[in-house]
């Protein structure tokens, strides 16, 4: 048996996290012969209920759990960890943007992103809790010691959403979409980039020949559908959540297959689609070896795929812009 994974999530009392850490220690992330361990950081004030949780992870007796730390202390947890999972933070409520919840969440991750930093040089790094753009990019800022291409900010539930979307219009099964691109923010503004998309190897745009339903419906319902789940469930999306983290990380450690890719936001340095360097923007992304990654090329853009695209970034700019006290010296 191999070496375990090292894993640590914050939040991990939370929502998300509860619906995210039973997977992982069954073999649902890594697959059911590789060994995980765990790093779980809460505040003080949920340790509480965290150790509720470690009871019934306990009680689950998952022979590949070959460990687990529970702390309020960030260094403790990500120490030595292969993937850090950054969920702890505020959700939204009814009525909010993702972007009101920068000045609570945003310095968060400051500390965080020091402490991987500090203790965790080989770790890959997703970020869930919302903006989860912006707040990859602080906690990046923060890290001089890990590459650009170790940060990640977490997308893939969107494309998820609208592989669902997509395949439900077209009468099929969801595994029959690919090449589905989320470009951009995890926010309103982002594009669901039905145009690139194959629906059974076919253009989606062929497939579903409704196209002011692609244009004026499905675009708004991928991009407002967290909104939709708060104001149905009275709280934001948790299990979809975490099943799009597994997804991301799976699909950062495993070669892509064929000739699909995944979104997920990563750090721009300006290629091959202009998006301005140093943001985390969400590209189509191939993984190569389970470690490096690249953004997929040439991908045609009208005019008004450009127009979204370029919409999205001067979103990002301006979070940028209203947390520049937070950022560090690693930019
Ligand atoms: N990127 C995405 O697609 C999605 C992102 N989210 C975001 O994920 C985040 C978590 O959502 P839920 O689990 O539903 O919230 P939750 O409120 O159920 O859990 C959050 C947990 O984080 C903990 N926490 C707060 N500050 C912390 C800190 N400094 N260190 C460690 N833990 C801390 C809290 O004690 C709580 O247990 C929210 O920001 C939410 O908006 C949610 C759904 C999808
Ligand atoms: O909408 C929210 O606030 C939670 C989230 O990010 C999502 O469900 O996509």
């Known amino acids: 048996m191999s070496q375990p994974i090292k894993v640590?999530?914050?939040?991990?009392?939370?929502?998300?996290?509860?619906?995210?850490?039973?997977?992982?220690?069954?073999?649902?992330?890594?697959?059911?012969?590789?060994?995980?361990?765990?790093?779980?950081?809460?505040?003080?004030p949920a340790l509480g209920a965290l150790n509720g949780t470690l009871m019934e992870l306990e009680d689950c007796a998952f022979p590949l759990l070959h460990g687990v730390t529970a702390t309020d202390q960030a260094e403790e947890a990500f120490a030595d960890a292969d993937w850090v999972i950054l969920v702890g933070g505020l959700p939204r409520k009814e009525g909010m943007s993702r972007a009101d919840l920068i000045r609570a969440n945003g310095p968060i991750f400051t500390g965080q992103g020091q402490a991987i930093n500090a203790v965790a040089p080989r770790a890959r790094v997703l970020v869930v809790a919302n903006p989860?753009?912006?707040?990859?990019?602080?906690?990046?800022?923060?890290?001089?010691?890990?590459?650009?291409?170790?940060?990640?900010?977490?997308?893939?539930?969107?494309?998820?959403?609208?592989?669902?979307?997509?395949?439900?219009?077209?009468?099929?099964?969801?595994?029959?979409?690919?090449?589905?691109?989320?470009?951009g923010n995890h926010s309103d503004t982002q594009y669901p980039d039905y145009k690139n998309a194959l629906i059974s190897g076919r253009p989606a745009?062929?497939?579903?020949?409704?196209?002011?339903?692609?244009?004026?419906?499905?675009?708004?319902?991928?991009a407002k559908r967290g909104g939709a789940v708060i104001k149905a469930r009275g709280a934001s999306s948790a299990a979809s959540a975490a099943n799009a983290a597994l997804d991301s990380v799976r699909s950062a450690s495993f070669p892509t297959k064929g000739e699909d890719w995944h979104s997920?936001?990563?750090?721009?340095?300006?290629?091959?689609?202009?998006?301005?360097?140093?943001?985390?923007?969400?590209?189509?992304?191939?993984?190569?070896?389970?470690?490096?990654?690249?953004?997929?090329?040439?991908?045609?853009?009208?005019?008004?795929?450009?127009?979204?695209?370029?919409?999205?970034?001067?979103?990002?700019?301006?979070?940028?812009?209203?947390?520049?006290?937070?950022l560090g010296p690693a930019l």
């Open 8 to 44: 640590a999530i914050t939040g991990a009392a939370g929502q998300i996290g509860y619906a995210m850490l039973f997977r992982i220690a069954s073999g649902g992330l890594f697959g059911p012969d590789q060994p995980v361990t765990l790093g779980l950081l809460e505040i003080t």
């Open 205 to 222: 745009t062929e497939v579903i020949p409704d196209h002011s339903w692609l244009a004026e419906t499905f675009i708004p319902t991928v």
């Open 264 to 326: 997920v936001a990563v750090v721009s340095d300006g290629n091959p689609y202009g998006v301005p360097g140093g943001l985390m923007y969400s590209f189509p992304i191939r993984s190569i070896d389970g470690q490096a990654w690249s953004i997929v090329p040439d991908l045609p853009l009208d005019g008004d795929a450009r127009s979204r695209i370029d919409a999205s970034a001067r979103e990002l700019e301006q979070e940028r812009e209203a947390v520049k006290d937070l």
């Open 132 to 183: 989860c753009n912006t707040n990859c990019l602080i906690a990046r800022s923060h890290a001089p010691n890990l590459p650009a291409d170790r940060w990640f900010a977490m997308t893939r539930l969107d494309e998820n959403r609208a592989k669902a979307q997509l395949a439900a219009k077209a009468g099929v099964n969801v595994g029959e979409v690919s090449r589905m691109t989320i470009w």
